[in-house]
């Protein structure tokens, strides 16, 4: 018997859905989409352009495949078809009332060009991404820190006893991630591309240097940036910018490389087991990619805009993940794998206070340790299970017309 998991954005998607005439619910492969979709709006009917049938149904004629399938409607995997947006926009335009189609997709860069041509005004965007620890938790799942790397956090894993999570991932990456490439791009090479995966895998975490990768690959600079947008586009991986609030300062400009599902990044890794992680080189790099993603759900979630960014600079200043909560309050972020407190974690925090006078910054230290009730010496000590609140401390505005 498949498990369901309660989403934590599915109040915001039915919230979105009576105020928006569309709402989009974007993300990887096998993160939930289809599910959330029916399990929130149980009454529409629903479509997969996957079905090859359907497809050319739209493809043939996108007007009468509307009529034959009319609103409240769920249209899944829209990247098949992107086309159908500006059908959808004509038949919105004559509808009254909200929420008339849910549309979900996989591949972010063909559905949000058609959605802005299209559906400017008239549509809502949120992000799924696999689940989080709030959802986790709320399901009563818990593993221990390396187990949860290893096993990451597709909603698969956890609805179906008895799957092993390394066949998963060598599955999501033969069935969905090559496949998915192959079809959306037309390319051939795919012995390079796939050791472009493993490079990309190795530097987690890392600054992003499209030469060094470009050499180690044997392909050019421009190929692999090529390469990168296609995996950041089908939430693969993700980029954070860094932080720089002045023009003449001496920060780092590129962004950070992060994977957007920890137990795909392990597999790309050959890493076998949980025990491995903790006695990898690249412990503190997976144990920093599961936190800064998690900070990334903590705001979608929500519909937040992400606020995301890292610090680093040519004098050694180094801040793992900033949150900015306004034009001059910031939440510094020191990701640390250890499970014990040292005085060293806030060293980088207070350089970039000093280097900072005008912002007022709190201090946090996410390790692997137990969360502490009060600040030590101002700074908050949280397990790395426990961050999403610290992300999804700000409140929307929303105005009240009656006061």
């Not at 709402?23 to 993160?31: D, F, K, M, N």
């Not at 510094?332 to 250890?338: C, M, Q, R, T």
């Amino acid at each position: 018997m498949k498990r369901l998991i309660h989403r934590s954005i599915s109040d915001e998607v039915k919230r979105l859905a009576a105020t928006y005439k569309v709402v989009t619910i974007l993300g990887p492969r096998q993160a939930g989409k289809s599910t959330l979709a029916k399990t929130v709006f149980r009454d529409y009917d629903f479509v997969n352009l996957e079905d090859s049938a359907l497809r050319r149904e739209a493809e043939d004629d996108p007007k009468g495949f509307l009529i034959n399938h009319p609103a409240p409607l769920i249209i899944d995997e829209i990247q098949r078809c992107p086309f159908l947006v500006s059908q959808i926009q004509a038949n919105v335009d004559e509808m009254d009332g909200y929420g008339r189609y849910i549309i979900t997709g996989s591949y972010q860069k063909k559905v949000r060009k058609e959605i802005s041509e299209s559906l400017a005004t008239r549509a809502a965007v949120v992000h799924l991404l696999p689940l989080s620890f709030a959802e986790l938790k709320g399901a009563g799942i818990k593993l221990n820190r390396n187990e949860q790397i290893f096993t990451g956090f597709m909603p698969g894993i956890y609805s179906t006893p008895g799957i092993v999570p390394a066949e998963y991932y060598m599955n999501y990456r033969s069935v969905h991630l090559d496949k998915d490439i192959r079809e959306e791009n037309n390319f051939s090479n795919f012995r390079q591309f796939n050791i472009f995966l493993d490079v990309l895998a190795g530097r987690a975490g890392q600054i992003v240097n499209y030469s060094a990768v470009s050499n180690d690959v044997g392909v050019s600079s421009v190929t692999i940036k090529e390469w990168t947008a296609l995996l950041e586009n089908a939430y693969i991986i993700r980029f954070l910018p860094p932080w720089n609030k002045n023009s003449t300062s001496r920060a780092i400009k590129s962004p950070k490389l992060y994977f957007i599902e920890t137990g795909l990044l392990v597999s790309l890794a050959r890493i076998s087991s949980p025990k491995e992680i903790g006695v990898s080189s690249m412990t503190g790099a997976f144990f920093e990619n599961m936190v800064v993603i998690e900070a990334l759900k903590a705001r979608y979630n929500k519909s937040l805009e992400p606020k995301l960014y890292f610090y680093r600079d040519n004098n050694g200043v180094e801040v793992d993940l900033i949150l900015e909560r306004g034009q001059k309050e910031l939440d510094l972020f020191e990701i640390k794998s250890a499970y014990t407190i040292s005085k060293e974690f806030v060293r980088n925090m207070d350089r970039f206070e000093n280097l900072h006078p005008g912002f007022a910054v709190r201090k946090n230290i996410i390790y692997s340790g137990e969360t502490l009730p009060e600040p030590v010496n101002g700074v908050r000590y949280i397990n790395y299970s426990d961050i999403s609140r610290y992300f999804t401390e700000d409140e929307r505005y929303i105005p009240d017309f009656e006061k």
